[in-house]
C-alpha cells in the first residue's frame, strides 16, 4: 500500500500483493544496511519514492543491500514477489524517515508544547487545550490530505481510506499524566520546562514525548506518506486520537457507542514487538477523613505523592509543624538517614527547616505504576518511615498517620503483594504488582490510591473480595476510621493467530533485532477490550519506560525509527490478502 507509484504500476503491486502466499517473508535489509543507506542520503535531498529508489539503485548501499532486483522489478511496474514486496516496504519506511524526519520532530515538539492534562472538575471536551491540539492536529491532517473527524471533542479520527470495508483502528493518544514541575531537575542541576522539548544529547525532554504524542506524528505521517504516493489500499486505516485514555478512558467509548468499531486494533501506545496480553489494571482507594490531631508533638499537617493513580513520583514530601523546628527536623534527618541505610540505600531523605515548618523528603525514582519495579517508590517509603518514626518521635495522631499505619501495615516496600498476602504469577504475564501511587488531601480527606496490575490466574471479582477480606480484618484491628473503594478490569490475552500479527512482529523484530516473539505487559491500553487488539510499540521493552516519570523523555533516534517502522509496517498489513 505504501509505494509511490502511478496508477498502472500501483494496481500491478497491489495485485501482486494479494494474490501471494500469506505469510510474511524477513526483508533482506539488516539493521546495519538500513544505517547506511540513511548515511548516504544524510546530505542528498529526496523528492519522492521512485527518484529515491532510482538514486539508491545507482549507488553502494542499496548495492550492499542487494535490492537491486527488488527496485528493477517495482521501477519497471513488474509483479513483486513477497520477499520484494517486504524490501520495498522497508525502503519506504526508510524513505520515510529520509524524507520527513525533520518535520515529523517539529510536529512533536508543536504537539508537547500544548498541554493536555486533565483539570479537575473541567471535562476534557471542554478544555481549551483540548481544543487547542484539535485544531492543530486538524491543520496537520488537511495540510496531508487526510480525512479528519473531530468527535465531539472526544476521538479525533484521522482515516485513509482502503478498497474494502474492512479497517484496521491505530490507537493513540493526545492527553497526558500531569506533571509536578519543580521535580523536572536533571542531576546535574538542568530545570526543565515539562511542555517545551528540551534536546540535550539525544534526547528529547518534554511530557508526551514518550506518551503518547509522538505516536499521533509517526502515524500521521506514514498515512501521509502513502497518500501523496496514490498508493492503493486493500483496507482502510483510522487513527484514533482518545482524549481520556490517562484518565477516565470514556472517550473510546463514547466513540465506539456513534461509530462502528474496527475489526483490527493496535495501539501504538506499549511495547514493541507485538504485545498480545495486558494486565488488568485498578486501584485499592482508601479514604481517610480528617481529624484533628491527638495527643502531643509535632503534627503532620501536609503530605504529597504522586498526581494520577498510575504514576509513581520521585518525590513525596511531607510538611510538620512543631514548637522546636530545628530539634524536630534533625530527628527526622537521623531517622530517615537509618531508614534508607535499612532498606537498600537507593533513595535520599532529607529533612530541613522551612519558615516555621519542617519538610521531610523522600526522593527516589519515578515510574510508569505498571512497572513498579523499573522505580524506587518514594511514596510507600514515605509512608512507612511516617510509621516507623510514630512513637519514637512525638507525633500527633490524625489522617495522615491513620493513612500511614494502613500503608506500612499492608503493603510496605513490597509492590508484589507478599504483605498483603495477595501475590499471584502468571508464567507469561508475570506477578501481580501493587503501588501505593497518588496522594489526595483537601479539608474534608486524604485519599491514598494503590494501583494494581493483575495477571491471569484470579479473576476481578476473586482479588477484589481476597483483598477486601484482608482489609477488613486489619481495620476491625486497627480501628482507623477509612473507607475503601475498589475497581479491577479483567486482564488481556489475545490468541496470536493471523497473518496481520505475524506481519507486525516480522517487521518489529527485524527493525529492533529483537527476538521473534510476542510479549506481554503491565500496562492497559484504550484496544483492551477491543476486538483483535495488540500493542505495537512505541516503547523497547529493554529499556526503561519514560512516560509518566518525572524527566520523561524519548531519544530523537529511537523516535526516527519508530516513524520508519510504523511506515513499514502499514505497507505491509495495508497490503496482505487477508489478515
Given at each position: ?49 521512485r527518484s529515491f529508489l532510482g538514486t539508491l539503485a545507482k ?10 532486483p527488488a527496485i528493477t522489478a517495482f521501477l519497471d511496474n ?359 501511587t497518588f496522594v489526595g488531601l483537601d479539608d474534608k480527606a ?134
Open positions: 500500500m505504501y509505494f509511490p507509484l502511478k496508477q498502472l504500476a500501483a494496481a500491478t503491486l497491489l495485485a501482486a500483493g494479494l494474490s501471494a502466499v500469506a505469510s510474511p517473508a524477513f526483508a533482506n535489509i539488516t539493521a546495519d544496511q538500513s544505517a547506511a543507506i540513511l548515511k548516504s542520503f544524510s546530505e542528498t535531498p529526496v523528492t519522492d519514492f549507488g553502494e548501499p542499496g548495492k550492499s543491500a542487494d535490492v537491486g513488474k509483479a513483486l514477489s513477497v520477499d520484494q514486496q517486504d524490501e520495498i516496504n522497508r525502503l519506504l519506511g526508510i524513505y520515510t524517515r529520509v524524507k520527513y524526519g525533520k518535520a515529523a520532530l517539529e510536529s512533536l515538539r508543536e504537539l508537547v508544547e500544548i498541554p493536555t492534562f486533565n483539570v479537575d472538575g473541567l471535562p476534557q471536551y471542554k478544555n481549551p487545550e483540548f481544543l487547542k491540539i484539535a485544531d492543530k492536529i486538524q491543520a496537520l491532517a488537511k495540510s496531508f490530505n487526510l480525512n479528519f473527524r473531530n468527535v465531539d471533542n472526544r476521538v479525533y479520527e484521522i482515516s485513509l481510506e482502503g478498497s474494502s470495508d474492512e479497517v484496521v483502528g491505530i490507537h493513540a493518544h493526545a492527553d497526558v499524566v500531569p506533571v509536578t514541575p519543580e521535580n523536572w531537575v536533571l542531576k546535574d542541576g538542568t530545570k526543565l520546562d515539562p511542555f517545551k522539548v528540551t534536546l540535550i544529547g539525544d534526547r528529547m525532554y518534554g511530557r508526551g514525548t514518550e506518551d503518547d504524542k509522538n505516536a499521533i506524528v509517526v502515524a500521521m505521517y506514514a498515512m501521509k506518506v502513502i497518500k501523496e504516493e496514490k498508493l492503493p489500499l486493500a483496507r482502510t486505516f483510522k487513527l484514533l486520537v482518545d482524549t481520556t485514555e490517562e484518565t477516565a478512558g470514556d472517550a473510546i467509548p463514547y466513540y465506539f457507542e456513534r461509530n462502528p468499531t474496527p475489526q483490527y486494533n493496535l495501539a501504538l501506545d506499549g511495547g514493541y514487538p507485538v504485545v498480545i496480553a495486558e494486565k488488568g489494571s485498578g486501584t485499592v482507594m482508601a479514604t481517610f477523613p480528617v481529624r484533628k490531631g491527638e495527643g502531643t508533638g509535632a503534627e503532620i499537617i501536609a503530605l504529597t505523592g504522586g498526581k494520577a493513580t498510575n504514576q509513581i513520583p520521585s518525590v513525596s514530601v511531607a510538611t510538620l509543624i512543631s514548637e522546636k523546628p530545628a530539634e524536630l527536623a534533625a530527628s527526622l534527618q537521623q531517622a530517615g538517614d537509618d531508614y534508607a541505610k535499612r532498606n537498600g540505600g537507593n533513595f535520599q531523605v532529607s529533612s530541613k527547616v522551612d519558615g516555621k515548618d519542617v519538610k521531610l523528603t523522600v526522593t527516589g525514582v519515578s515510574a510508569h505504576s505498571s512497572e513498579p519495579e523499573s522505580g524506587v517508590n518514594p511514596v510507600a517509603r514515605m509512608l512507612e518511615l511516617i510509621h516507623s518514626v510514630d512513637g519514637k518521635i512525638a507525633l500527633k495522631h490524625n489522617h495522615i498517620t491513620d493513612a500511614a499505619k494502613y500503608a506500612a501495615d499492608n503493603w510496605g516496600l513490597d509492590y508484589l503483594g507478599g504483605k498483603l498476602g495477595v501475590g499471584y504469577s502468571d508464567d507469561f504475564m508475570g506477578p501481580l504488582t501493587t503501588s501505593p486524604l485519599k491514598l490510591a494503590v494501583n494494581l496490575r493483575a495477571p491471569k490466574g484470579k479473576t476481578p471479582e476473586a482479588l477484589k473480595a481476597q483483598i477486601e477480606q484482608k482489609l477488613n480484618v486489619w481495620d476491625q484491628q486497627a480501628k482507623v476510621k477509612v473507607n475503601f473503594t475498589y475497581s479491577l478490569d479483567a486482564p488481556m490475552y489475545r490468541n496470536p493467530e493471523g497473518e496481520w500479527v505475524k506481519a507486525l512482529l516480522a517487521v518489529a523484530t527485524e527493525n529492533l533485532g529483537m527476538q521473534h516473539k510476542f510479549g506481554t505487559s503491565a500496562g492497559a491500553t484504550s484496544v483492551h477490550d477491543l476486538p483483535n487488539g495488540v500493542q505495537f510499540g512505541l516503547a523497547r521493552p529493554e529499556e526503561k519506560y519514560t512516560g509518566h516519570t518525572d524527566g520523561e523523555f524519548k531519544t530523537v533516534s529511537q523516535f526516527l525509527l519508530d516513524l520508519q517502522i510504523v511506515t513499514e509496517m502499514m505497507g505491509r498489513v495495508g497490503q496482505l490478502p487477508k489478515l
